[in-house]
């Protein structure tokens, strides 16, 4: 039982490319989310899913796209990076909406 | 609306001190609260769990905390800190299982020998 899994760890890229962050769990939850962690500002939410094909916007959603193809997969796309999406990205899943999240352990992307 | 204040960004206490950690809450409903620590360069860990039964939560690691309506607080306490216990601690506050996650700014615990 391997929880929740994130792609890459690191990654460095130049502004204007696009990349996708890779999640996946194995404990069969509905629920999955994409949070970014900027220094001294908490979990900010992007985009999460209540189930396969079913997708909602979070706190911050600009400059990021999401899909539900599966239970499992919850891959995060940035299409045009930008400076100000240099952060730590992670990865959580949970039964219901305000239970217990397990947390994949994060991508960090440095746009320059 | 819910919103979680951490009063405290940075705490620092000697190893064997007592470990305070606070945390203020605001929630149109009787909440669920929780309390994750992250580690460096780790995801997050749950480490205990409020949600309407006992006030005073038991976690792992030896922290509990108490949930206190009438101060609308949920603080995080230790009795005895271990250098291991340095890390970043969120609270969180959900008004429900129907309802998002919100996290706290975080409070960095430094633990000196």
């Known amino acids: 039982n391997a929880g929740v899994t994130q792609t890459p760890k690191f990654r460095i890229l130049k502004i204007g490319q696009s990349m996708t962050l890779q999640c996946a769990q194995d404990?069969?939850?509905?629920?999955m989310y994409w949070y970014r962690q900027d220094p001294g500002m908490g979990l900010k939410l992007i985009y999460y899913?209540?189930?396969?094909?079913?997708?909602d916007k979070g706190e911050v959603p600009n400059g990021y796209n999401v899909s539900r193809s599966t239970t499992e997969d919850f891959p995060l796309r940035l299409e045009l990076a930008a400076p100000s999406q240099t952060s730590v990205y992670f990865c959580?899943?949970?039964?219901?909406?305000?239970?217990?999240?397990?947390f994949g352990p994060g991508t960090r992307l440095l746009v320059l | 609306a819910q919103s979680v204040t951490q009063l405290d960004s940075h705490v620092s206490v000697s190893e064997g001190t007592p470990v305070l950690l606070r945390c203020n809450y605001s929630?149109?409903?009787?909440?669920?609260l929780f309390w994750y620590v992250q580690h460096p360069n780790k995801g997050l860990q749950l480490l205990l769990k409020?949600?309407?039964?006992?006030?005073l939560v038991k976690g792992i690691n030896g922290f509990e905390a108490e949930f206190k309506k009438s101060e609308t607080s949920f603080h995080l306490t230790k009795p005895s800190a271990h250098m291991s216990d340095a890390a970043e601690y969120f609270c969180?506050?959900?008004?429900?299982?129907?309802?998002?996650?919100?996290f706290g700014t975080g409070t960095r615990l430094q633990v000196f020998p």
């Open positions: 959580a899943s949970s039964q219901q909406l305000g239970e217990t999240q397990y």
């Open positions: 969180v506050v959900s008004a429900s299982n129907t309802d998002k996650l919100i």
């Open positions: 404990m069969n939850h509905n629920y």
């Open positions: 409020y949600t309407s039964a006992a006030t």
């Open positions: 929630s149109s409903y009787s909440p669920s």
């Open positions: 899913s209540v189930g396969a094909g079913i997708t």
